[in-house]
């Protein structure tokens, strides 16, 4: 698993990519409780804001973390959002990417750089 | 992920100041003690929420008794042979007849009929009690001074102040203050607890039944302690405060009153009693008065209203309002809004032109580019349970 400065995951699996937040973001927004994804079949730029995430008291977004197209979105979240309080780093990912080099992912910080970065 | 501000008190927070400069209230250990998420508001560094979370924060009050801690709020007593009638001077509401032991919701306007700040007013025994907003303080003692120069304005600066709200508020208060279960809503009175006088009002800015107490700084730690000792005592941070009193449809200052709306439309006209209205015994005298008073006659152009949200999106202050959805020109917005843990939905609350502000009447939101239906709704979002 492969994590961003804006505490996300990012984790390989097969020739997509899959994202979600991290258990400390999902921690600093509190109970979530509005998720919107983004259109599956759409092609995103890296920093683009695809996703909204709402707690009860802070609307955040999720940001594309590379170039590709979302292959596939998480609509339990959408019935359920508390899932991202439950499970942020198994359940509740939020959408799958096809990227076109998968070596990309190196780019980003692995699990103990993230907890550097949280200090 | 980027964000994570909370917008219903970006309007009113001490933005720009730094950690040093903030002020602690006598609280503030026992917040952080507590776990408390800390933040900046109105100058002060204050609990956002505790380890509860908003959400249980907020149900925990709904179903059992919160103690919140609104020590930054400005407490102000105003004394004088006539200091009633003079405070009339600067608001639309009737305080010549007020009783002692009682106290009344009360707004200062301007010449334009514009909310200044909006504040309790009670009267003890040989005084005026006033308590007004963290952020409006300063404004509101300069502006009692220069209004008022016959009367003596003294800042409380050395009281705490703390608000036990939910069902069992009263079980809880009782427990300590046995005497406090006689009180109704907006009764005020003083209680000793070990040795010190505390100065209790039956009133609170949630909706349900509560209290609001004064208490000596050096008390305010083992008060707030002896009630937290009892198991349906939870601490409250400022989050669950402002989604308690939006199901409330209670006003945030900055948000859904300020110069820009007059009491009328911001759906207040109970405030302002017959006596100072047309025709009553001391008509007008108050800044805005033929404003205000016009607006009463005539019924406003615009009023707040509930707003209910068709679909599960929470839309938050600033959201434009459509009357139709392919309208160009918005005919209002938002001033609060957010999900209501009690009603499990979300809720908001704004302007509308009076055309469009009938219940049910169908309205469109822009939010992220995309309209989106809403249903003018009563307020209260939630049947308030004070104990009148």
């Given at each position: 698993m492969r994590f961003t400065e804006e505490h996300e995951w990012l984790r390989l699996d097969g020739d997509v990519v899959v994202v979600g937040i991290t258990e400390h973001a999902a921690e600093q927004l509190g109970d979530v409780v509005f998720v919107e994804l983004p259109e599956v079949e759409a092609m995103v730029a890296k920093g683009d804001e695809i996703c909204v995430i709402e707690s009860v008291k802070a609307a955040s977004d999720i940001l594309a973390p590379v170039d590709g197209e979302i292959v596939e979105v998480n609509e339990a979240l959408v019935d359920t959002p508390g899932l991202v309080n439950d499970d942020p780093q198994g359940d509740a990912w939020f959408f799958k990417m096809k990227i076109d080099d998968t070596s990309i992912l190196d780019d980003f910080m692995g699990e103990d750089d993230y907890k550097d970065f949280l200090g | 992920m980027t964000g994570g501000q909370s917008p219903a008190h970006a309007g009113s927070d001490g933005a720009g100041m730094t950690e040093q400069t903030l002020k602690r209230t006598p609280l503030h250990a026992l917040h952080v003690a507590q776990g408390a998420r800390m933040v900046p508001f109105a100058g002060y560094d204050m609990p956002v929420q505790f380890p509860l979370g908003v959400m249980g924060e907020h149900l925990h009050t709904r179903a059992q008794a919160g103690l919140f801690d609104v020590s930054h709020m400005g407490q102000v007593i105003l004394r004088g042979p006539d200091a009633d009638v003079a405070l009339e001077r600067l608001v639309p509401v009737a305080l010549k007849e007020l009783p002692v032991g009682r106290q009344r919701y009360a707004m200062f306007t301007d010449s334009s009929g514009g909310i200044l700040d909006d504040l309790m007013v009670a009267r003890r025994e040989g005084h005026l009690f006033l308590v007004v907003n963290a952020a409006r303080k300063d404004h509101d003692i300069a502006h009692l001074r220069a209004g008022l120069p016959e009367v003596e304005v003294t800042e409380v600066t050395d009281r705490a102040l703390l608000a036990l709200q939910g069902p069992r508020a009263c079980d809880a208060l009782a427990a300590l203050i046995?005497?406090?279960?006689?009180m109704r809503f907006m009764d005020v009175a003083s209680h000793d607890w070990q040795g010190a006088t505390l100065w209790v009002s039956r009133s609170g800015y949630t909706g349900e039944d509560g209290f609001e107490i004064s208490v000596p700084e050096a008390l305010a730690e083992a008060f707030a302690q002896a009630l937290l000792a009892l198991e349906w005592v939870a601490p409250i941070g400022l989050g669950a405060r402002d989604s308690l009193r939006l199901e409330a449809g209670l006003c945030l200052y900055g948000n859904d009153i300020d110069t820009g709306t007059t009491p009328v439309e911001a759906g207040l006209p109970w405030a302002i009693q017959k006596v100072r209205r047309?025709?009553?015994?001391?008509e007008g005298g108050f800044p805005g008065a033929n404003v205000i008073l016009h607006q009463l006659e005539n019924g406003p152009e615009r009023q707040r209203v509930g707003l209910l949200p068709e679909g599960r999106a929470p839309m938050r202050a600033g959201t434009k309002l459509f009357a139709a959805e392919g309208d160009g020109s918005p005919v209002g917005q938002i001033t609060s809004g957010g999900f209501a843990p009690s009603l499990g939905r979300p809720v908001a609350m704004g302007y509308l032109p009076a055309r469009l502000s009938a219940p049910e009447s169908l309205i469109w939101a822009e939010l992220r580019g995309k309209r989106l239906p809403v249903r003018v709704g009563r307020l209260p979002f939630r049947p308030s349970t004070y104990c009148k």
């Open positions: - | 046995p005497d406090v279960a006689q047309r025709g009553g015994a001391r």
